[in-house]
């Protein structure tokens, strides 16, 4: 097997353990506040602890991203890549031995500190993949990602009620660790460390001035941020929206569970034949149709009829959302100038996580001024700008430069 492949396939399985493992404790957040261990037991105090529990990995994340980045590039994409795997490891065992809700607070702003395993995986999979396959190789490695974001909940869910919530904890830091030694013997990188310290030693803050100098990197990574400020904003109110749209408390939560899981069902099966698709067609093109069609469909969700009309519309998104992360991962690394990759990714990352923390909050505040439909409005609206500032700043200028 080719070196490429082989760090693909690798890389494939990491992000699967780890996105898997970091979702798989969701579920049962709130319900482990109330344990005996930890012994919360006011339902106001443990809705507020879980929401800034949650936000903590986000915020920390977002600051500390750039950081490693820098040292990406100079250190090397793999060493970056098992510091964040065993690192988190570490974190979240020692959380199944957490006594307070302070404890969890600060091992997951620790984790978010110390994360990182996604940049880096990126970053390495673009500087070892040929070019004309470089599509294919983000798509295949998103889709890794979100089926381990899929099922994580759901066999976070099943292992609750079978083991308990702290040997769940244990189970997680196992798959991390299981991912990063996988990772340590297979993967391979060719990276030059005395040509890396060679070059000039630019600081985070310059070297995020250079980036932002550039405007399709940019536009690319105002994609990411309203990626996931669209997708991740309405899913708090999406079990509300069900129960709407249900009229009935029989299985309530399946349906919202389902409508929410829906758009990264078909968004894990696209993202490889997409990514394929933009070898063929080019980046910009499938980027462009994707932003498009994305938001065509949050159009028809708020004023969906039924919870099959809604979960109808969010699987037929879920196809064009298949096609923005791997074509920004691709266009990031054809723009971002060399020696300064592993920023230019985790900046992607920063902003990834800023849209979690920030699309909870504004479609809350939006919701109670029009509704949740109201929600789906406003991110269709911004994924238009979002796609006429791509034609701008992308397949305006490239036309332009083939013309020339």
């Not at 040509?195 to 940019?218: C, D, H, M, W, Y």
Request: with cysteine; proline share 5%.
């Amino acid at each position: 097997m080719e070196p490429w492949k082989k760090n693909l396939g690798v890389l494939w399985i990491g992000q699967f353990l780890v996105m898997g493992g970091m979702t798989m404790i969701m579920p049962f957040m709130s319900l482990y506040l109330q344990s005996p261990r930890i012994g919360m037991t006011d339902p106001h105090e443990i809705a507020t602890w879980s929401g800034v529990i949650f936000a903590g990995n986000f915020v920390t994340a977002f600051l500390f991203q750039p950081l490693w980045g820098k040292l990406s590039d100079k250190y090397g994409r793999k060493m970056m890549l098992l510091r964040s795997g065993f690192g988190m490891a570490i974190v979240m065992v020692l959380m199944g031995f957490a006594t307070s809700p302070w404890h969890l607070l600060v091992l997951r702003m620790v984790n978010g500190t110390i994360s990182g395993f996604n940049p880096a995986a990126v970053s390495l999979v673009s500087a070892t993949t040929p070019k004309e396959k470089m599509g294919f190789a983000m798509g295949t490695l998103q889709s890794g990602g979100i089926a381990g974001t899929i099922l994580g909940p759901f066999l976070g869910g099943l292992l609750a009620d079978a083991v308990g919530y702290r040997p769940i904890f244990y189970l997680t830091g196992a798959s991390l660790f299981a991912a990063s030694m996988l990772a340590f013997f297979v993967v391979k990188e060719r990276f030059n460390r005395a040509e890396a310290a060679a070059k000039p030693n630019v600081s985070v803050i310059a070297g995020f001035r250079q980036l932002s100098g550039v405007p399709q990197l940019t536009a690319l990574f105002a994609v990411t941020f309203l990626l996931q400020f669209a997708m991740i904003g309405p899913n708090p109110l999406m079990p509300l929206y069900v129960q709407k749209l249900h009229g009935t408390d029989v299985n309530l939560a399946f349906w919202a569970g389902f409508v929410s899981s829906a758009a990264g069902i078909t968004n894990m099966v696209a993202a490889p034949l997409l990514g394929k698709l933009s070898d063929r067609i080019g980046q910009e093109r499938v980027l462009g149709i994707s932003l498009v069609g994305a938001a065509l469909l949050f159009i028809p969700q708020a004023f969906a009829g039924s919870v099959w009309q809604l979960l109808l519309f969010r699987l037929l998104q879920g196809c064009f959302l298949g096609g923005l992360i791997p074509s920004v991962n691709a266009l990031v690394r054809r723009f971002t100038p060399d020696g300064m990759e592993g920023r230019a990714f985790s900046l992607n990352t920063s902003m990834l996580s800023l849209g979690n923390m920030v699309g909870p909050i504004v479609g809350g505040l939006v919701s109670g001024w029009t509704g949740i439909g109201g929600v789906f409005l406003i991110s269709s609206l911004l994924f238009f700008v979002n796609a006429l500032w791509v034609r701008q700043t992308l397949v305006s200028k490239r036309v332009m430069v083939k013309r020339e």
